[in-house]
């Protein structure tokens, strides 16, 4: 229990945070699933609509629907990672199963003035799926994480003594300094240029030759989308979705550092996320020429407001060489059983703005292209109690910016029962190029982090519609790059693993009109 309290004095006393942008920007934008038709042409159907996903980007797409309808959605995703630190490569493969798309519209033939059709629909979709496994190894150059945990006293040298989380008077030290020193990681001795012991200097610290750092991530986010909408005289259609959010994600990370002696330490981290959330959508689409079909979309949706739980802990266990006595000594301290680190917190998501335009060519094709934008950096946290988090806020603009997301799809009808789909959807970087994860100002002791590039999902798929049910099937590649850092060093830049991820998702879609 003192470690708990000292822990939340820490944070009070410095106005720091549990967690860095790095874990609240998984919560944000929104990965590509839904039903195979759906993924089949992009995710690209805020104009066209009648489809179950559609509840999720523009809300007026329901209002397209002239028939009741019914499905469900699985889905199977074989992940490939590859890493590149120093010229050693690792890859690290998963695959996994999921639902990701289940729900149903009420289609009502109102026919009463203007009102054509009334229709309400219910939609759960997985909207991030985050079960993935990481790993990365290789020759260190040098470089130690054990130096940035002397560097958490602003850059100071400073005494063991003061370190120890016993020592309630040391209120500005983050976690990972205080995990390090009752490891026994930092040493007392002091060490010149001429490497000899003194008064003065820098902390004494291994210098190690090889890295290495891994992994495993599960959950997701999980929505609730309830839709009602309107199609007015067959020109101009208008919906509203509210959405439930349900997280629940958890990761187990590794990292370990080796000498010419053999291992130095070794850092585990569990870290969980949980907590609901609600958001709220709403969309048009317009028909403006009574003779087109061509149609044009709108849809804004508002923040999502997550009322989160985050834990966390920590094992830290080293086997230091003393340098002045070459001896091997073994220690370890932890808080990962029985004195985790709790923070209840809100967070709101930035708005998201979405316009499409579509348009059919008789019976045998249609098309529909779109556009999203959503500012990243400005997303906002504060503590329960609702005092403000302006350290997030400035991170969140430091690290993050807008993002774009373009959308184009196609689908061919071949005939009356058989259609062929295609896709193509792309999304910005999120980070801006010089984001860092800062450790001066958290509680959490998970060091590194990982900047991701732009993302690329190329898309394909097949549809047969008989009299009432039907059945479609959909691919999807996706490709994306970063750079990951095991940890962030304020003196001397780190290198990079270079990062590859691929992912190869089969989608099949069940479902009936009546």
């Given at each position: ?137 290789g ?10 945990m ?29 995990l390090?020193a ?40 999980d ?38 002696y ?16 609600i958001?709220?959508?709403?969309g ?34 080293g ?156 691919y ?39």
């Open positions: 229990m003192r470690r708990y309290i000292f822990a939340l004095f820490v944070t009070m006393a410095l106005g720091v945070s549990a967690q860095s942008t790095y874990e609240v920007s998984r919560l944000l934008g929104t990965g590509l699933s839904g039903t195979a038709r759906f993924v089949g042409m992009g995710g690209s159907m805020s104009a066209l609509g009648a489809d179950l996903s559609v509840l999720g980007v523009n809300p007026a797409g329901a209002a397209l629907y002239r028939s009741s309808d019914i499905s469900i959605t699985g889905s199977l995703t074989t992940q490939n990672v590859t890493s590149d630190y120093q010229g050693t490569k690792e890859k690290i493969g998963k695959n996994s199963f999921s639902f990701d798309n289940v729900g149903a519209v009420l289609a009502y033939r109102a026919a009463s003035g203007n009102l054509e059709y009334l229709n309400v629909g219910f939609n759960y979709r997985r909207k991030h799926n985050l079960a993935r496994e990481f790993s990365m190894a020759a260190s150059g040098g470089y130690s994480q054990m130096y940035q002397q560097q958490l006293y602003f850059g100071k040298p400073f005494d063991i003594t003061e370190m120890s989380y016993r020592n309630y008077t040391s209120l500005s030290y983050p976690w990972l300094a205080l390090a009752d490891g026994g990681l930092l040493y007392e001795g002091y060490v010149n240029d001429k490497g000899e012991i003194c008064e003065q200097g820098e902390l004494l610290y291994p210098d190690p030759t090889s890295a290495l750092y891994y992994s495993e991530e599960k959950g997701g986010v929505v609730v989308d309830l839709n009602v909408a309107l199609n007015l005289s067959d020109r101009f259609y208008i919906g509203l979705t509210v959405g439930a959010h349900y997280v629940d994600y958890s990761r187990y990370s590794y990292y370990g550092e080796v000498d010419a053999g291992p130095i330490y070794t850092l585990n981290n569990w870290y969980d996320t949980r907590g609901e959330g958001d709220f959508k709403l048009v689409i317009v028909r403006p020429f009574y003779y087109s079909s061509f149609r044009i979309a709108a849809s804004v949706h508002s923040p999502t407001w997550y009322s989160l739980t985050d834990r966390m802990s920590a094992l830290i266990e086997q230091p060489t003393d340098f002045t006595t070459g001896i091997m000594d073994t220690h370890s301290y932890d808080y990962a059983y029985g004195d985790d680190y709790y923070i209840d917190y809100q967070l709101a998501t930035p708005w998201v703005f979405n316009v499409g335009a579509a348009y059919t060519f008789g019976t045998f094709l249609a098309l529909n292209a779109e556009y999203e934008y959503s500012d990243y950096s400005t997303a906002t946290m504060e503590y329960k109690d609702g005092y403000r988090m302006p350290a997030m806020d400035d991170e969140f603009k430091s690290n993050l910016k807008a993002v774009h997301s373009f959308r184009v799809g196609a689908e061919f009808m071949i005939d009356h029962n058989f259609s062929l789909r295609c896709g193509y959807n792309y999304t910005s970087a999120p980070y801006n190029k010089d984001a860092a994860k800062y450790m001066f100002s958290y509680v959490d002791t998970n060091t590194e982090y990982m900047n991701r590039y732009e993302t690329n999902n190329y898309t394909a798929g097949f549809g047969y519609r008989g009299k009432s049910f039907y059945f479609d099937a959909a999807m590649r996706t490709v994306q790059d970063a750079d990951f850092y095991p940890f962030y060093d304020a003196e001397y830049v780190n290198p990079a693993a270079s990062v590859n991820e691929t992912k190869d998702k089969f989608v099949v879609t069940l479902g009936m009109r009546f």
